[in-house]
């Protein structure tokens, strides 16, 4: 490799570093010239860090690139080979010094040399200049007082030999964290010469000649920064045992006041150094000093710190800080003050805090907290809305509660002085629609670009309503979605952008795709993605990622490459905190993946973790979506003790049908039998399939613009078909449909139906007899869905033309079809799948008798096929 890079503690990684590191790994080719090593310490990380999750996202993507190396502590005899290494001495005399060492330290490699280093030092190890040879007595050291099972009392000794100023300087980058920059180091030096609470030394003049003693000793490392903004030097502890070390030197009782007599040196020079660098160092000595800060002027000063620091932590995605900070800050203000004299700093605090405790999944106190907002007498709606919002969001996706988030809604906005009528049905969307069309005519979509910012607080508080109560109006109240999906495009259009425009434009372009205006719909979504990078938004919970890559653009692009852009607004959602939009993205992604015949195994490895974090966050609609398609993959699987009920791990059929009834949701009930039909086709039971359709057909009224309509045209055509080939006409109409509308997905420019109306328009000459034709049309569904990477859909296409061939008497090619659909069942291990199949066929089991199989006549223009026999088999040669 060209290139080698080495990234210590990935469990401390920032977001943007793990962006540049996926970005690494993910590029074509670079693995050729590039090798990264990376290590973290696995106890403190867990299978939902973000670091192993996104290493997994690039395994799957990539293939197995990553090797992975567990470095335990180092056994009796790596000790023992290390120490004779080491001393250059014999195995025999390094024996029992190694014994020793490895019980003091537990094989812990740091520890070790730090062992042996308090072994020199006491003049317990000597070197022999004449002998060139270390020598040393175990009796000595097995006596010796100075060496002790806790490595932090070692590393204490080491430090008590150094002189005053190292020691002090230790003890005052103890509190500054794991790095500092030199000048900050220089100043408390300075500042803090005379104190009491520190050993009287003389006053530091030259800082760096001691820091560098101190990079001498080993116990510190440094980087030079030579950044053309700013040249400067920074310090870090080589292990972070030495800072706990350090930290002990100090008596217990004083550290609070020595805490706050630094962060109040900090603050008072804070102008000298990077200071949002060390915001959170300032901050975490302060409140270690708080109970000692009497003056007013300086508790509101701290309240203040804390604002900044839980800012900056939610910014950050440190969500359990970012609510330690926000406690703090709220609790440091007397509850008689909160609510008039720092009125707007409470609500801020507040309103801030239930934003942190929603992403951090802390539903109980979510709640308390946003009923202190709501149930505040006398104050502005206005000064609620995050509250709401929130509210509106918990109610949706964590309850289930759809209706009663809906009625929370509109009865806040009606406050807010803005009529919403849920009982309007179809007459709201033709009238929104008329004024939206007549709107646009004078004022065309494209000049939304150039538009200037909305600044009516009423529309904006009212666009957060809107925006939160989304899902639930998709779930229990499309009409009134719709309508208020109009609404905002026409405030954009009249009063100028926000940050929600974009995520609207999205929705826009799905309501009027389905409306049937695919065309406008498509042009509406590559805007909604053109205004969310004017504005900065495309890595933010704003982008319009679901209801573009989600919905719209699939209908058109390659379902594959919206997938990756699903899975990447997943990880927006998780980083910022909007668990709703990063959980909806993840289960269309999980659906997508599947449709395109993804790995089984993994896929369900995938699902598992996905409804773990859905689980923990509370997230119960998409979890429900997200379990439909997890064991329709169990099932295929053979996971299951029938492979046509949707009963297992994931979920019973008869529990999601109650809960879609409960919740008043159409579009779960209608995919619930959207993915049992495919179960009904994979495991070739028609009948049941039939009794699917009445259901299935409702799919594309209750979840308009949803791929799976294009994906269960598939199912419902090959069933029709089916019972057309047995002369049954009943359902004669339903395989029409099917072929007519897939005809016209591919017409409008659907890259991903092109198969599809292929293998319909095969079965469809297979259910009248036309063999010929058939077998050609299922010839160029298998070669377009492998060019497309629909896996599933190839085999598929080769068991359904096998089937055909095999009614025709046509052994010899049926069983080549029944084999290309068994390695395509295979590739995305279907094993429940491909048990069934070769159980229900003879060509596919082991010890045919191939006397019998029909071959095709002799000199056939397409093989040449002999049966070769030995003693052990009987097998056919191309």
Known sequence: HKVIISLDDLQWIDPASLDLLEFMLMEPGLEESLLIIGSYRDNEVDDQHVVLKRLASVEKSRGQRIQRLLIENLSLQNTHDLITDLFNAESSDTKELAEIAHTKVKGNAFFLIQFLIALRDQGHLTYNIGTTSWSWKVENIRKSTVVANNVLVVLMEKMKKLDDNSRRLLTIMSFLG???????????????????????????EKTNLVLQGLVGTGLLEVIQDRSEKKKSTYYYFAHDQIELAAISFQDESILPELNLEM????????????????????????????????????????????????????????FAASTNYLRIAIDLIPPKERWEKHYELFMKLQNLLIKAEYSNGEWDRLNEDIDIIINAEGKPTLDKITAYSLKITELASRQNKHVEAISLTVNVLRELGIIFRPGLGKLAIVGGLIKTKQ????????????????????????????????????????????????????????????????????????????LGNVKTAQETCKLAIELAKKQNLMESQHAPISSAYGFVLPWTEPMSACAKELYRGYQIGCETGDLEFGMM?????????????????????????????????NMELQRNFLCLTWQVVLNLLGRSDDPLCMDGEAMTEQDMLSTAKEANNPPLRAQLYCHKLQLCVYFGDFELGATMLS?????????????????????????????????????????????????????????????????LQAEKEAAIGNVDEARKLYDKAIVAAARSGFVNDRALANERCAGMLLRENDEYWAKSYFEQAKEAYTQIEAYGKIDRMVDSNTLLQPNIDLDGLKLPPEGHPEMDATIMETESMTYITK
């Open 178 to 204: 794991s790095s500092f920059e030199e000048t900050v180091v220089d100043i408390l030096a300075t500042e803090l010469a005379g104190s009491s609470l520190l050993p009287a030394v003389e006053s530091i």
């Open 263 to 318: 962060a109040r040196v900090l603050y008072s020079k804070r102008h000298d150094f990077d200071f949002e660098m060390k915001l959170f160092a300032v901050v975490d000595m302060y409140n270690q000093g708080r109970d000692l800060v009497k003056s007013s002027k300086e508790v509101m000063l701290l309240v203040d710190l804390n604002f900044q620091a839980g800012r900056h932590a939610l910014e950050s995605s440190a």
């Open 439 to 514: 709107l646009l005519k004078k004022t065309p979509m494209k000049s939304i670009l150039k538009m200037g910012e909305m600044d009516d607080a009423h529309k904006l508080v009212a666009l957060d309503l809107l925006t939160a109560v989304n899902s639930s109006l998709y779930a229990a109240n499309p009409d009134l979605l719709v309508s208020s999906v109009f609404k905002i495009m026409r405030w954009s259009l009249k009063y100028g952008t926000c940050e929600h425009t974009c995520r609207s434009l999205g929705v826009f372009a799905l309501v009027d795709f389905a």
């Open 585 to 617: 993205n993840i289960t269309l992604y999980g659906f997508f993946c599947f449709s395109i015949g993804k790995p089984l195994s993994n896929l369900e490895a995938d699902f598992a973790d996905y409804s773990k974090q859905m689980l923990e966050c």
């Open 695 to 759: 259901e299935t057909r409702k799919i594309a009224v209750v979840n308009p613009a949803n791929p799976i309509i294009w994906r269960t045209a598939l199912f419902e055509g090959i069933v029709a078909f089916e019972f057309l080939r047995r002369g049954i006409k009943k359902y004669k109409s339903v395989g029409t449909k099917a072929l007519k509308s897939t005809e016209k997905y591919v017409s409008n420019g659907n890259v991903n139906c092109v198969h599809i109306l292929y293998l």
